[in-house]
């Protein structure tokens, strides 16, 4: 099975860190993320085998995703130095992302705690570039115009105020917002919206923002806001 084994071994550095388990050896608990050898970080991510860790979320797969590779290529033709993702959840997107866009300073935010401090040791075992933060975006607990990017992936179908949630990301936007959401009803019983093109665009019309683009890929809606 293949991690992403940067971000997995910054987690079980983390995680030893604020519950002593797994054990590490001074040498690899230390070291800063960046200078770590391949043979350190696969000890390391052994170690957190060994310690049953749930390292599932690490897995590569997530980055075979359609609606993944649609969002990254998307973000590989614009330039940007900070992004924040709202509604991380189990980093679908945001560990692809961490992987492969090293240079960005990334926040995360979930209204789920465990959600929060599992991303929160990342960044103790030396993922200095994310920054977790547990609040809710519809109360707009960030300054105005403090992410280049912010990505609602996922996202708006599960939150019953939708239009605070897109009005908060449209504030806190300096360039763009990107959202995924599903194109048709499914059985999932915490999506409480169907969010379609007419509807998005009513929303974001509402937050201020007309420049929208739209499209598809297997089952979901993709749109991109430009705000400059």
């Known amino acids: 099975m293949r991690y992403y ?7 079980i550095r983390g995680h030893a860190d604020r519950t002593g388990v797994p054990v590490l050896p001074g040498e690899l608990h230390n070291k800063f993320l960046s200078d770590l050898t391949p043979e350190e970080r696969s000890a390391i991510v052994d170690a957190g085998k060994v310690a049953q860790l749930k390292l599932y979320p690490f897995k590569t797969t997530h980055s075979d995703l ?7 290529g998307f973000l590989k033709g614009i330039p940007f130095e900070t992004l924040l ?7 679908v997107f945001l560990f692809p992302f961490l992987t492969e866009f090293p240079w960005v300073q990334v926040t995360a ?5 465990y959600r929060t401090e599992f991303l929160q040791e990342m960044t103790a ?12 975006l519809c109360a707009q607990p960030f300054p105005e115009k403090s992410a280049d990017v912010v990505t609602l992936l996922e996202v708006l179908e599960h939150i019953p105020d939708v239009e605070s949630a897109v009005k908060a990301a449209v504030k806190t936007a300096r360039r763009f917002v990107v959202v995924t959401v599903p ?4 059985s999932n019983p915490e999506h409480i919206h169907l969010l379609t093109k007419e509807r998005l665009t009513e929303l974001f019309a509402a937050a201020g923002c007309c420049r ?4 598809g890929v ?5 749109m991109t806001a430009t705000l400059t």
């Open 66 to 72: 359609p609606r993944v590779k649609k969002v990254m």
């Open 5 to 11: 084994e940067e971000l997995a071994t910054a987690y």
């Open 183 to 186: 194109s048709r009803e499914d």
């Open 125 to 136: 075992g030396g993922l200095s570039r994310l920054t977790a933060v547990h609040a809710d």
């Open 218 to 222: 297997n089952g979901h809606l993709m």
């Open 109 to 113: 935010v979930d209204l789920l705690p």
């Open 85 to 91: 993702d709202a509604g991380s959840g189990r980093g």
């Open 212 to 215: 929208l683009h739209f499209s």
